[in-house]
């Protein structure tokens, strides 16, 4: 279908968006890579009276090494995350969350900030990010702010952005001797995930030496497991170990009954999931 | 493949690549929504939003001020004129058949019926006036399930009719004379199985959206429509608007699938050339593809009760089935009859000898059903083959045991059934045993023992389909007798050009299947001219005017049949010709590869071609020889065809989550003589991909008021490439003993087969954990919920 009118705005630069969001008020919107704003103004489900295209900003692509962590732009495609050496070397838990994105297609025009700013429940990667102590670089008409991950996602489709508010990159710890895994469940490949489990583990001597896990789709933002990260640490590097800590893979989840999953079974996926991703992170 | 050829030579049996996929597939060609006309008008529908309301006032006069919008109307508007949508199947004397105004007027009946019309300038502008309409409702019960519809009291769909029933169809084989009785079959069985399968609504989701675009013109009124029955629309346009029939022609251009999903004559095909007329000028309407799934007709939606009684042995002694089927709303173009298209297929293979079938419709508020790929017969070939592995189950006898034990052996054939059909031909020894091999059926079995066994948190399951189907539709005297208000006849028209050259009219209607390329072949053996001289003409009703339109796997079994019988009338035409210009007589002419032969004087020789460039010229044309070398030909099927085969299905499934992944697919049928080994191959593809989709992905599903919840393509999960195993296919030839090619139909064949084994695999997989059934579509969770059921039902412990 086709969406109801709106004004377009194509931002020359960040400052440009946030002069024009600035002017629209609560009716602005953000045009990155339209994968999800485009159906829903297409379905008439939302009707900004502005949107602000932030494809032409030449500054919000690409990802740089800065030392101790990257920086990925906020406007850089899934599909180019998922190649980009920088990310593969120091963030391969993003690489290979970003690669189960939707199909091809959504992948070449998805981007990795619009995903983190859309905050989807059902999203791969603000649970990556979570689970990565990502923190977010935002513009707004105060100038720049940093905003961490873990109060970035503040309800369901709902983050720490203002209306006026831009995400213009996003800085990744390099995590120098861990391993990751993405563990996504869903029935189609091009479906949203109905739970998923970030897992991030640094082994030593045949133990863990440290855990992070964030879980997708198991309340209205990402959660971390914390209760899982506890009991993984210090632990010997067991299968069992794992299980045992995975089975507290509840503490602190809200999950929805929803029309993709019950809560009931998200409940079930969860452990089994979290168990899934330690162990293949922790290469068991 | 290891099919072999019986022409090496020959066009038929060859793998050819289609004709037209260069322009379908590059979209350089003449698609509905393409066209264009100047001054054309674009049309956009109010629908519904309600499952069942009363509207008590529509008010239009803010849309009908607004820029560009020229015309907005509603149902009240054009009640006198809009008529009532067919439906052809009278399927019992006592059938209900409520009205079915294109437009609504009084009361909306299934979310999404359209409601109010805007006639715009442009398409935006249209869909921007629909906002600034302002209906009232008042709303009314949705009736949703069909056992509670049929409860006394419950909330009536159409007040008028005074009940849910549309109709209650009942076969009996004791009464009909084809068997014995079922309640003393029951009586006597060894054991008896009874089983309850529920087929979900299916969302046909052909590729192209519906769309059509009306041209009133002084002198005649032109339709082009993505439609499978431009000949059935064009008749029942005159016959129920008024407009006679020689001042109406309905073009199908290329058309983006169907599926059966376009086996029907559409509100808004009514709709757009109501306002073409009313307005006088070029109409469009194309729905978006949310529109196409609330308002296009949806498929299945049945509840099959079944019952089997067999001897300890094994032997079936008799079939006994119930069936409930949703009718939505409404009755459209085949509503009624397509459960029953299924009841003639319950038995399978097997031989039972008493059967017992009835069939009640439903009125719900939803939307209508009708034709989906196999209409009826995926759902029957879906309990009998769940049923029998059940069965087997009961009987603690290996399913493939069970039924080689029952089936037709291949030299019984031919073999009247116990439902009254003849089965012509078959082998499902030969399928069978091939299926098994490629399948690697032993080793799975062992591999499913051991993991079994072990307990392995991953359970391999084996899913047995044999099948048969009936289909080429369909012989008309059968039609007549079961109250169709058509026939089942197809016809061709084949005409040599001067320059030797073939142009070939077809009356049915392909959309996607590749009837160029086949009659191009079909042609090219016939009158012996290479296949890249035959043009291939169909779905415009001013050119290929007779024809009964493509559904129902017709196209080649009774289409193919008229094409070859035009053939040889060309060839005999030319007889005379090539006797003249040969100075013999006709009959001793023989006609091999395109040319007539003297009999035992080689090198005396006309081909065709020449013949047609003398006939052409009529210089020196014998007596009775008319100067064009062209001929018609009909076909009116004698029975049906009955393609068969064996699917096999191992599905491994996590009983952790629940999620079960196919991991080998084997496909074995028997069509008959393949003209285009590749295009059959293709056919059960993706027969094949839908039948697993119902299997596994897809389920059309409305909430208690009545909304369809799958609207999009985000809930309603169509499987893509990567969702989808590999596919092992081969094919054993049984050729058709009743048709000149020994060809059956394909188009069906893979959607009917393939389910079945799916599932039939998912329960094999979980039976040692007391399952005995997952409804589909078995998704992850449907399968981990019916695990926790059965654990919990058998004390937590594995059976």
Known sequence: MIPAAFDYTRAASVEDAVTVLAGAGDDGKVLAGGQSLLPMLRLRLAAPTMVVDLGGVAELRGVRDDGDALVIGAMTTHDDVTKHPLVREHAPLIAQAAETVGDRQVRHMGTFGGSLAHADPAGDLPGVALALDAVMSVAGPDGMRDVPAGDFFVDYFTTALGASDVLVSVRVPKLTGWSTHYEKFHQMAQSWSVVGVAAAVRRSNGSIAEARVALTNMGVTPIRARGVEEALTGAPATADTVAAAAARAMEGASPLTDGTASAEYRTQLAPVLTRRAVMAAGGL | ?799
């Open chain 2, 1 to 799: 493949m290891t099919v072999t050829e019986q022409r090496p030579s020959g066009e038929v049996g060859r793998d050819r690549r289609r004709k037209e996929d260069a322009r379908l597939i590059t979209g350089r060609t003449t698609w509905t929504d393409n066209l264009s006309l100047p001054g054309m008008l674009h049309l956009a529908i109010l629908r519904s939003p309600m499952a069942h309301a009363r509207i008590t006032g529509i008010d239009v006069t803010a849309a009908r001020e607004m820029t560009a919008v020229v015309d907005v109307f509603t149902g009240r508007d054009v009640a006198d004129v809009q008529g009532s949508l067919p439906c052809a199947w009278t399927v019992t004397p006592d059938l209900k058949h409520p009205d079915h105004p294109p437009l609504a007027v009084d009361e909306v009946r299934f979310a999404g019926e359209p409601i109010a019309v805007v006639a715009a300038r442009d398409w935006a502008s249209a869909l921007d006036a629909l906002e600034a309409i302002d209906v009232d409702y008042e709303p009314l019960p949705a009736v949703l399930d069909m056992e509670a519809a049929l409860a006394d009291g419950a909330p009536l769909v159409h007040d008028s009719l005074g009940t849910n029933k549309a109709f209650t169809w009942v076969f009996d084989s004791a009464e009909a004379g084809t068997g014995g009785d079922l309640a003393d079959a029951l009586a006597q069985a060894e054991v008896v199985v009874r089983r309850r399968y529920v087929q979900q609504r299916l969302i046909p989701a052909f590729m192209e959206p519906r769309s059509v675009v009306v041209d009133p013109t002084p002198d005649q009124i032109t339709m082009w429509s993505s439609t499978q029955v431009p000949h059935f629309v064009r008749f029942f346009l005159a016959a129920l608007l008024g407009t006679p029939e020689h001042k109406i022609r309905v073009i199908a251009p290329d058309v983006g699938g169907g599926f059966g999903g376009k086996l029907q004559i559409t509100a808004e095909e009514f709709i757009t050339f109501l306002t073409a007329q009313r307005l006088h000028k070029p109409v469009k309407y194309t729905e978006s593809r949310s529109e196409s799934m609330l308002a296009a007709h949806h498929g299945r939606d049945m509840i099959q009760e079944v019952e089997i009684g067999a001897r300890r042995d094994g032997t079936v002694t008799g079939l006994g089935v119930r069936l409930l089927a949703n009718m939505g709303g409404y009755l459209r173009l085949l509503t009624p009859a397509t459960p029953l298209l299924g009841r003639y297929m319950y038995n399978g293979i097997y031989k039972f000898p008493a059967h017992r079938f009835e069939c009640t419709g439903v009125f719900t508020t939803t939307t209508p059903t009708d034709a989906y790929r196999g209409a009826g017969r995926p759902e029957a070939t879906f309990a009998i083959e769940r049923a029998m592995d059940d069965l087997a189950a009961e009987l603690g006898m290996e399913p493939m045991e069970l039924r080689r034990r029952n089936w037709i052996r291949h030299d019984e054939f031919p073999f009247t059934t116990v439902t009254g059909l003849t089965y012509d031909s078959g082998d499902y020894e030969a399928a069978t045993e091939r299926a098994m091999e490629l399948f690697r059926y032993d080793e799975l079995r062992r591999e499913q023992q051991e993991r079994r066994h072990r307990g392995d948190r991953v359970q391999l399951g084996v899913g047995i389909s044999t099948y048969t189907e009936m289909c080429g539709l369909a012989p008309s005297r059968w039609l007549g007798s079961l109250g169709y208000a058509a026939g089942g006849w197809e016809s061709a028209s084949v005409r040599m050009l001067p320059t030797g050259k073939v142009e070939v009219l077809t009356g049915t209607t392909p959309h996607g299947q590749g009837h160029e390329t086949v009659w191009s072949q079909i042609v090219a053996d016939q009158l012996g001219v290479p296949f890249e001289d035959v043009e291939v003409m169909h779905g415009d009703t001013r050119t290929s005017h007779k024809g009964l339109d493509t559904y129902g796997s017709r196209s080649l079994a009774v289409g193919g049949y008229a094409l070859v019988e035009a053939c040889r009338r060309v060839v005999e035409k030319a007889r005379p010709m090539a006797a003249h210009m040969l100075e013999c007589d006709p009959a001793d002419l023989e006609f091999v590869d395109g040319q007539f032969r003297v009999r035992g004087a080689p090198g005396a020789a006309k081909s065709i071609t020449e013949c047609a460039l003398a006939i052409f010229a009529a210089h020196d044309l014998p007596d009775g020889v008319e100067p064009y070398l062209d001929a018609d030909a009909s076909y009116d099927p004698v029975d049906f065809s009955f393609p068969h085969g064996t699917h096999l299905c191992a599905v491994e499934v996590d009983t952790e989550t629940g999620m079960a992944t196919i991991r080998s697919y084997v496909a074995v049928d028997d069509v008959g003589r393949a003209v285009n080994p590749l295009i059959v191959e293709g056919q059960v593809h993706g027969g094949v991909a839908q039948g697993i989709a119902q299997a596994l992905f897809e389920e059309a599903r409305y909430d208690e008021d009545g909304n369809l919840m799958t609207g999009t393509f985000v809930e309603y999960t169509i499987p893509s490439a990567s969702d989808l195993p590999d596919l092992v296919t081969d094919r054993t030839e049984t050729p058709a003993p009743g048709h000149p090619l020994g060809a059956k139909g394909v188009g069906e064949a893979g959607t009917i087969a393939s389910t079945p084994a799916v599932v039939n695999a998912v329960v094999d997989a979980l039976r040692p954990l007391g399952v005995t059934d997952v409804r589909m579509p078995c998704t992850p969770e449907r399968v981990w919920s019916t695990i926790q059921a059965a654990r919990s039902a058998n004390g937590g412990e594995p059976r």
